[in-house]
């Protein structure tokens, strides 16, 4: 029996996973034993890259089939026909942020479902350190949605879902 938790066995078949935007700030702390020595994260081989890399960022390696055209036409399901094409996601985390996990969890739960545009302007009222690092780390999420995953407008990206985790601590 496999000691993964479901959601990354999907991964490790090449399943697609069901949609979802994350920004996370911290660390995944499952209990799988193939881990690399001297580090408290899951890697395995990207079918991509062919490198070692933390199974969180396989999430961005996801390709969704593309919709057969014909087959919407045919369906007798009204909601099929006039379904919007499958918008794109992009992984991103930051990890052993030196912050309190709650005082994240309150400006991240401030700030999801809005525009990054929205984001950062209620980010810049706040005063906190937790929202510099936050403004941080959704401007880390901008760069690689236009440089690695072919987004036209960062103006048009949102904030879909924030996990904040806790790490391991020696």
Known sequence: ASRLPSLFRGLHKGLALSPRVSLTTSSI????????????????????????????????????????????????????????????????????????????????FMIRGMAVDDAFAQLGFRPEKGARILEQVIEEAIELAVTEHDFEYSTKIWVGEWLFLFTMCV
């Open 29 to 108: 702390s499952f209990g799988i034993s193939k881990k690399d020595p001297g580090s408290q994260y899951a890697r395995v081989i990207s079918r991509k890259t062919g490198k070692k890399e933390d199974l969180w960022q396989q999430y961005n390696e996801v390709v969704y089939p593309p919709k057969d055209p014909s087959a919407l036409v045919n369906s007798d399901d009204v909601s099929q026909i006039n379904e919007d094409p499958r918008p794109g996601e992009v992984t991103h985390r930051r990890e052993d942020i030196l912050y309190s996990q709650k005082k994240l969890w309150l400006l991240g």
